[in-house]
């Protein structure tokens, strides 16, 4: 159960940055001109979203850590993790539902020359989204319940050096007496045999 609890933080987390990624490279939303243009613009989610590669990149990073980090930084990553999510939903949901002008200015820029809010505004006729905002807000949503669980759970996840110290004590344990211990002992037997008039060399 132990384990478990830290493959479920660590894939989501791990998961949602990776679709994140992956999102940032493809078409989020589709722009017609006013001005009677047949193509519409397609504005990829890196445009439309400029946090959305260093977030996800940074959720990879972060769910790749927590197999090996101590407790304090498990709870570190694991609100930083729940943070990255909660931006990445809140800002991939808006793009989503209300597609707005502001996403697809970059590019719309890039296309004509313009610039400015009011002069991007009226020369784009219709925004459209595609699924892939959708795809980055639910790994958004992915990576909060990551960070989310790793702080329920983190306190009970195994430290990685426990397994080695517990096999390298245990010997000493089941054998008795260490090394030290033993010669120890060897030279307060040789002591008392001398003292008794015992050469111990004749054993």
């Keep these: ?3 478990r609890a830290r493959m479920i933080a660590v894939l989501g987390i791990v998961l949602g940055g990776a679709v994140g990624v992956i999102s940032s490279t493809q078409t989020w939303l589709e722009v017609a001109l006013r001005s009677g243009s047949a193509d519409a613009l397609a504005v ?3 445009s439309a979203m400029a ?3 260093p977030l996800s990149l940074a959720a990879l990073a972060l769910g790749l850590a927590l197999t090996v980090v101590g407790r304090v930084l ?3 990553f694991g609100v930083l993790a729940a943070a990255i999510g909660v931006t990445m939903l809140a800002g991939s949901a808006r793009i989503a539902f209300e597609r707005p002008v502001d996403a697809a200015a970059s590019v719309v820029t890039s296309a004509t020359g313009l610039s400015g809010r009011d002069a991007i505004a009226d020369l784009v006729e219709a925004i459209a989204a595609t699924a892939w905002p959708f795809a980055a807000a639910v790994a958004g ?7 989310l669980w790793t702080l329920a759970t983190a306190h009970r996840w195994r430290g990685s050096g426990r397994r080695y110290e517990r096999e390298t004590s245990a010997p000493t344990a089941r054998g008795g007496a260490r090394p030290h211990d033993a010669s120890r002992d060897n030279a307060i037997d040789s002591w008392d045999d001398l003292s008794h008039g015992d050469d111990p060399t004749d054993r």
Excluded: E, Q, T
């Design 141 to 147: 949503l992915v990576i909060l319940a990551g960070g």
């Design 74 to 76: 498990r709870y570190a």
């Design 44 to 46: 990829p989610g890196a």
């Design 1 to 3: 159960m132990i384990a």
């Design 51 to 53: 946090l959305l590669a």
